[in-house]
C-alpha cells in the first residue's frame, strides 16, 4: 500500500497557555483533494501555517513525502505549493511576467513548463495582459499557476473560493479535480463552503475548538462519490426487499432503503423494474455534509 504523502502525528501548537491546535493526527493519501472544514478560530489557518513552515509547531511533527517539517525544512517544503490568504501579484506586470519573475527564483523551471501550468489553468487566452484586468477569479488560478511552477507533490489552498463568483468557484474546483486525477498532485484545502467541499473533495477533515472531531471519505480510491443509502419508493416493499435480497435492504413505510452507488442504484432499479415492481420515486438518504458538519461540531457557526 502507498505510504501517504502527507502525515500529522499529535501536531499541537501552544500560545502561551492557549492550544490553538491540539494533538492533531490525519494521513492524506497521495493524488486526493482533502477538504479542511471548520468554524472561525478552529485552527485552520494555523494548521496550514505549520504545515508550510510559517510557526513553529509546539508539539508533534509532519511529513512531506517522507520529510519531517521541523527536522529537514527543506526537503519537505520543496515538495509544497502553497497560497495562504490571498495570491500576491504585480499587478502592473502581465501574468506571464508574474510567472517568469516567480520562477527565476526555482530552479530548473522552463518555459515550457510556464506554458503548460498556464494551459493547465486556463489563463492560454489571457496571460498576457496586466493583472490589474484580471478578475478575482483570474488572479487566482494564476496564484494557483504560480503554486505549480516547480511541479509540487503537494498544493495547500487557504480558503481559495473566498470572494470568487459561482463560476470562478465551479472553474476552480474543476481545476483542482483535475490536477489530482491527472497529475497525481495532493491538494489540501480550507474552506466553509460545505457544499462546494462535498462537489470537491475525496475525504474531508473536520476541525472544531482545535480538535480533529472526524474524518469522511466523501469519493472512493477511483473519484466515484462513496456509496450512500438510498430509498426506493415501491408499490411492493416486501416484494422489493425479496428481488435486492443481496443489498441488505431495510423497509421503512413504502419505502426499501439499501446502501449503494450511482451505478448500483441503477443497477437495483432495473432488477426490480424486471421483477414486475413498480418504483415511483429513488431518493437519497444519507446526511449531506451539512448535517454531519453541524452534528460533530455541536452546530457552531461556520465562518
Same mark, same amino acid.
Given at each position: =500500500?502507498?505510504?501517504?504523502?502527507?502525515?500529522?502525528?499529535?501536531?499541537?501548537?501552544?500560545?502561551?497557555?492557549?492550544? %490553538?491546535?491540539?494533538?492533531?493526527?490525519?494521513? %492524506?493519501?497521495?493524488?486526493?483533494?482533502?477538504?479542511?472544514?471548520?468554524?472561525? *478560530?478552529?485552527?485552520?489557518?494555523?494548521?496550514?501555517?505549520?504545515?508550510?513552515?510559517?510557526?513553529?509547531?509546539?508539539? *508533534?511533527? %509532519?511529513?512531506?513525502?517522507?520529510?519531517?517539517?521541523?527536522?529537514?525544512?527543506?526537503?519537505?517544503?520543496?515538495?509544497?505549493?502553497? !497560497?495562504?490568504?490571498?495570491?500576491?501579484?504585480?499587478?502592473?506586470?502581465?501574468?506571464?511576467?508574474?510567472? !517568469?519573475?516567480?520562477?527565476?527564483?526555482?530552479?530548473?523551471?522552463?518555459?515550457?513548463?510556464?506554458?503548460?501550468?498556464?494551459? /493547465?489553468?486556463?489563463?492560454?487566452?489571457?496571460?498576457?495582459?496586466?493583472?490589474?484586468?484580471? +478578475?478575482?477569479?483570474?488572479?487566482?488560478?494564476?496564484?494557483?499557476?504560480?503554486?505549480?511552477?516547480?511541479?509540487?507533490?503537494?498544493? !495547500?489552498?487557504?480558503?481559495?473560493?473566498?470572494?470568487?463568483?459561482?463560476?470562478?468557484?465551479?472553474?476552480?474546483?474543476? @481545476?483542482?479535480?483535475?490536477?489530482?486525477?491527472?497529475?497525481?498532485? $495532493?491538494?489540501?484545502?480550507? +474552506?466553509?463552503?460545505?457544499?462546494?467541499?462535498? /462537489? =470537491?473533495?475525496?475525504?474531508?477533515?473536520? #476541525?472544531?475548538?482545535?480538535?480533529?472531531?472526524?474524518?469522511?471519505? &466523501?469519493?472512493?480510491?477511483? *473519484?466515484?462519490?462513496?456509496?450512500?443509502?438510498?430509498?426506493? #419508493?415501491?408499490?411492493?416493499?416486501?416484494?422489493?426487499?425479496?428481488? &435486492?435480497?443481496?443489498?441488505?435492504?431495510?423497509?421503512?413505510? +413504502?419505502?426499501?432503503?439499501?446502501?449503494?452507488?450511482?451505478?448500483?442504484?441503477?443497477?437495483?432499479?432495473?432488477?426490480?423494474?424486471?421483477?414486475?415492481?413498480?418504483? @415511483? *420515486? #429513488?431518493?437519497?438518504? $444519507?446526511? +449531506?455534509?451539512?448535517?454531519?458538519?453541524?452534528?460533530?461540531?455541536?452546530?457552531?457557526? !461556520?465562518?
Amino acid at each position: =500500500m502507498q505510504e501517504p504523502l502527507v502525515r500529522l502525528m499529535g501536531v499541537t501548537k501552544k500560545i502561551s497557555s492557549r492550544v %490553538i491546535v491540539d494533538n492533531l493526527t490525519f494521513d %492524506i493519501p497521495q493524488g486526493q483533494v482533502f477538504g479542511f472544514l471548520g468554524p472561525n *478560530g478552529a485552527g485552520k489557518t494555523t494548521t496550514i501555517r505549520m504545515m508550510v513552515g510559517l510557526m513553529s509547531i509546539t508539539e *508533534g511533527d %509532519i511529513t512531506i513525502g517522507g520529510r519531517s517539517i521541523r527536522h529537514h525544512y527543506e526537503q519537505a517544503a520543496a515538495q509544497i505549493g502553497a !497560497i495562504v490568504e490571498n495570491p500576491e501579484m504585480y499587478k502592473f506586470m502581465s501574468g506571464y511576467k508574474n510567472l !517568469i519573475h516567480y520562477a527565476r527564483m526555482m530552479p530548473g523551471i522552463t518555459e515550457e513548463r510556464i506554458t503548460e501550468v498556464v494551459n /493547465l489553468v486556463g489563463l492560454g487566452n489571457r496571460i498576457h495582459d496586466k493583472v490589474q484586468t484580471y +478578475s478575482l477569479g483570474m488572479r487566482q488560478r494564476l496564484g494557483v499557476a504560480q503554486a505549480l511552477l516547480h511541479r509540487p507533490r503537494l498544493l !495547500i489552498l487557504d480558503e481559495p473560493t473566498n470572494g470568487l463568483d459561482p463560476q470562478g468557484i465551479r472553474e476552480l474546483r474543476d @481545476y483542482l479535480r483535475k490536477l489530482a486525477q491527472e497529475e497525481g498532485t $495532493t491538494v489540501f484545502v480550507s +474552506s466553509h463552503l460545505l457544499s462546494e467541499m462535498e /462537489l =470537491m473533495c475525496d475525504t474531508v477533515g473536520i #476541525i472544531s475548538q482545535g480538535k480533529l472531531v472526524d474524518v469522511r471519505a &466523501l469519493r472512493n480510491a477511483h *473519484g466515484e462519490p462513496e456509496a450512500e443509502d438510498t430509498a426506493f #419508493i415501491v408499490s411492493d416493499p416486501a416484494r422489493a426487499a425479496e428481488v &435486492l435480497q443481496s443489498a441488505d435492504p431495510t423497509v421503512q413505510g +413504502s419505502s426499501v432503503v439499501v446502501r449503494g452507488t450511482p451505478d448500483m442504484v441503477a443497477e437495483m432499479n432495473a432488477r426490480l423494474v424486471s421483477a414486475g415492481v413498480n418504483v @415511483y *420515486g #429513488i431518493m437519497p438518504v $444519507t446526511r +449531506s455534509l451539512e448535517d454531519q458538519f453541524l452534528e460533530v461540531t455541536g452546530g457552531e457557526a !461556520i465562518e
